[in-house]
């Protein structure tokens, strides 16, 4: 877990890790005061797919440099499932970047949607964090954003009204956001099956 947002009696607060700063410490092949990490944060509803996108992307880097070294990476749910397997930010190493100057982190968000439900892994998640809190924060920090869908019409009301909310408020209330992120629109799970019609 990176962050998550936690509750003590009536009221919730925002928790995280060192998870962070462990991925830089391990990862410091360079130990340069001016090395700094790139921020990719992967969003989208429950179930589209994120996680199993966040997990290929590791193996295949993993794959493509070799070695014996171990990189953790996303646990995906199950098939069809409504209930968000994870309630929390989840950051990752991408093995391809982890000693450069700049490595590339991955950061998995609980599905948006899964928040209507209790998520697996915590039961008292609150679906502001999910809806809005954890979207914005990573659109603040990002350097890109994926958002992975799995139904190409559901573009306009599930992608395009979250991502203008997240940076109206972003621009409204960071004073340190330099550079907009990118975007990446991930198609998963599309159906391969061609209509002739
Ligand atoms: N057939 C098929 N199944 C997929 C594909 N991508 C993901 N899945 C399956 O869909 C289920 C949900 O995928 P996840 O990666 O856990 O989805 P998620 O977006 O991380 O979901 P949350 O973490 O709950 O928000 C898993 O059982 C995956 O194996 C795909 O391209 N094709
Ligand atoms: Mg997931």
Redesign the pocket.
Known sequence: MWFCVNKSSDESFLDYSNRLIDIMLESDGFSTSDRYPQLISFVGK?GEG??TVIKMLIGREKAKIGGTKSFPA?V??LTDDLI???GDVHLYADPATHHEKHPVLLA?C??LGGGQNVPRAKEHQSMYAVKCLFPRILYTFSDVIVFVVQEPRTFQSDVLVNLVEWAYSSIENAVNQLVLPHLIITLNRTDNAINEE
Do not use: Q, R, V, Y
């Open positions: 429950t994120k996680s996303p995906n749910g968000s397997t994870s998995d609980e599905g």
